[in-house]
């Protein structure tokens, strides 16, 4: 019991880090890179990445909720593209992003399964996590708003669609957002073997000194 508690306030903690580290990057606009009114992309999804593959799966939606709500809020409030109007439905800012945590999380444990090490498996499910952003954003923005897409945009497809706007930036943000959950991982796994060191030279040492005070002991 006292585990599963641990475990719940380790996955609450961390979605709301994560969710605060979200806010501040829409806040300051470090989350958001334009290059031109077409193209542009943002590193916004990667806190939403990075906790799936410490936490898991309901910290990565919790902050993938975070993500989605926080680029509706910004294309109601300060919009800066073309696309942003089309943000304010909730089916297309939000609902998208919780595609994120859920391929991260099933590609994880996909390729844990086959016994892929830790750091590669972590770095191939961003990257793929970061191009299903862009590509269920670009579903839903395309067969949602249909008519007023067609209307804004008259004679765009999908494909051109996904091809002027999304494909520039997406595979930016999915190289990004593989390097920095490798480099995370890499971090993460340095320190736990580490830990693991120290945790066995000290019970080397408890049990050296417990060897010495029996013979001790014993002379006695």
């Not at 099933?106 to 399964?113: A, I, P, R």
């Not at 750091?119 to 007023?148: D, R």
Request: net charge negative; glycine share 10%.
């Amino acid at each position: 019991m006292e585990s599963s508690k641990q475990g719940l306030a380790f996955k609450l903690a961390m979605t709301g880090a994560f969710g605060a580290l979200i806010v501040i990057l829409g806040i300051t606009r470090l989350g958001f890179i334009t290059l031109s009114p077409v193209i542009s992309f943002t590193i916004m999804h990667i806190p939403v990445i990075l906790v799936t593959l410490i936490a898991g799966l309901f910290p990565g939606l919790g902050t993938a909720f975070i993500f989605g709500l926080f680029s509706l809020i910004q294309a109601a409030l300060n919009p800066t593209g073309i696309l942003d109007p089309f943000f304010v439905n909730p089916f297309i800012s939000i609902v998208p992003r919780l595609f994120i945590p859920i391929v991260v999380w099933g590609l994880q444990e996909l390729l844990d399964s086959i016994r892929l090490p830790k750091i590669l498996s972590g770095g191939i499910a961003a990257f793929m996590g970061s191009c299903a952003n862009s590509f269920f954003v670009a579903v839903a923005l395309f067969f949602i708003t249909a008519k007023q897409f067609q209307v804004s945009f008259p004679g765009w497809g999908f494909g051109l669609l996904l091809g002027t706007f999304f494909i520039p930036g997406g595979f930016i943000e999915a190289g990004v957002a593989a390097l920095i959950s490798i480099a995370v991982l890499s971090g993460a796994v340095i320190g736990s073997a580490n830990r693991k060191s120290r945790l066995n030279t000290e019970v080397e040492e408890a049990e050296a000194v417990e060897e010495l005070a029996g013979e001790e002991n014993d002379a006695q």
